[in-house]
């Protein structure tokens, strides 16, 4: 949402400074400009990326328009799913565990936490951690660094996306200059016409390069660091269930689960101590 409402303030403050110092407005709405700038960007785009990653650039632009993410609520509701894994683990065995890790999509325990079943990598990467411990053998300190691994491949994986999207950005400025040169070059076959005509032409160059900085600093750039913002907090999420599957390795308590959860998460979403001790009271 704030994604929107900061495009709408840049388009207002550029335009309307620009209205107040009479200029005209249509002058700067030139299709053709958009059409070489907007176009060399997408094409940039697939020439450099495989449709993977197109397929995730999309998606996390999508999310980040969206405004979802990851906040308070959802680990409120992690660290919940935790205790009640804990507490199956300590009273029943890691044995019991394995009817919900092997067919998660049936497990009714994990259909009690809708917000973590419906991210897939979240369950697999839980579901594949504990698999480890109910298969047993591995030290809790080994399960840490295979999921520490697991964690560094993801954030090679994720970390493409964004830079991906930087790189468009920085060229952006350059190919408002390539339309504007097109359109100095469409002037300069003109050069004998009036000069009405003239100063046309080369203000509609000019709207190129206009148009090329203002996408890059005024949207690309800071939607480029708005999914970066989005990737640490879903990659904190990741570490969150990469301390709460260690602590259970480790045959804490239910509750020294959850606190041990607890900690990884970021001051700004993090539940106090009070309100997670008073649902596991209730528990």
């Given at each position: 949402?704030?994604?929107?409402?900061?495009?709408?303030?840049?388009?207002a403050?550029?335009?309307?400074?620009f209205?107040?110092?009479g200029g005209?407005?249509?002058?700067?709405i030139?299709?053709?400009?958009?059409?070489?700038?907007?176009?060399?960007?997408?094409?940039?785009l697939?020439?450099?990326?495989?449709?993977s990653?197109?397929?995730?650039i999309?998606?996390n632009i999508?999310?980040?328009?969206?405004?979802?993410?990851?906040?308070?609520?959802?680990?409120?509701?992690?660290?919940?799913?935790f205790?009640?894994?804990?507490?199956?683990?300590?009273?029943?065995?890691?044995?019991?565990?394995?009817?919900h890790?092997e067919?998660?999509?049936?497990?009714?325990l994990?259909k009690?936490?809708?917000?973590?079943?419906?991210?897939?990598?979240?369950?697999?990467?839980?579901?594949d951690s504990l698999?480890?411990?109910?298969?047993?053998?591995?030290?809790?300190?080994?399960?840490?660094?295979m999921?520490?691994?697991?964690?560094?491949?993801?954030?090679?994986?994720?970390?493409r996306i964004?830079?991906?999207?930087a790189?468009v950005?920085?060229?952006?400025?350059?190919?408002?200059?390539v339309a504007?040169?097109?359109?100095?070059?469409?002037?300069?076959?003109?050069?004998?016409?009036?000069?009405?005509?003239?100063?046309h032409?080369?203000?509609?160059?000019l709207?190129?390069?206009?148009?090329?900085?203002?996408?890059?600093?005024?949207?690309?750039?800071p939607?480029?660091?708005n999914?970066?913002?989005?990737l640490?907090?879903?990659?904190?999420?990741?570490h969150?269930?990469?301390?709460?599957?260690?602590?259970?390795?480790?045959d804490?308590s239910?509750m020294?689960?959850?606190?041990?959860?607890?900690?990884?998460?970021?001051?700004?979403?993090?539940?106090?101590?009070?309100?997670?001790?008073?649902?596991?009271?209730?528990k």
């Amino acid at each position: 949402m704030f994604v929107i409402i900061g495009s709408i303030v840049v388009i207002a403050s550029v335009l309307g400074g620009f209205v107040i110092e009479g200029g005209p407005v249509m002058v700067l709405i030139q299709w053709v400009e958009f059409l070489i700038i907007g176009g060399t960007a997408i094409g940039a785009l697939l020439i450099g990326n495989p449709p993977s990653n197109i397929k995730k650039i999309i998606s996390n632009i999508i999310k980040s328009l969206s405004g979802v993410k990851i906040n308070e609520k959802s680990y409120l509701e992690l660290l919940k799913l935790f205790y009640e894994i804990a507490t199956i683990y300590k009273k029943e065995g890691a044995i019991s565990l394995e009817k919900h890790i092997e067919n998660p999509e049936k497990s009714p325990l994990f259909k009690k936490f809708p917000f973590f079943f419906e991210d897939k990598h979240s369950v697999e990467m839980l579901c594949d951690s504990l698999r480890v411990v109910v298969l047993g053998g591995v030290p809790p300190h080994e399960l840490e660094a295979m999921i520490d691994s697991a964690l560094e491949t993801h954030h090679e994986e994720t970390s493409r996306i964004p830079g991906a999207l930087a790189k468009v950005a920085d060229s952006l400025p350059g190919i408002g200059i390539v339309a504007a040169v097109l359109g100095i070059v469409i002037t300069m076959q003109a050069i004998g016409g009036p000069p009405e005509v003239i100063g046309h032409k080369v203000g509609v160059a000019l709207v190129g390069t206009f148009l090329g900085i203002l996408l890059s600093y005024g949207f690309l750039q800071p939607l480029t660091t708005n999914i970066e913002i989005l990737l640490e907090h879903e990659a904190r999420y990741m570490h969150c269930i990469k301390a709460g599957v260690v602590a259970i390795a480790k045959d804490f308590s239910p509750m020294i689960v959850v606190e041990v959860a607890r900690k990884q998460i970021y001051s700004d979403d993090r539940p106090t101590f009070a309100t997670i001790d008073k649902i596991t009271r209730q528990k």
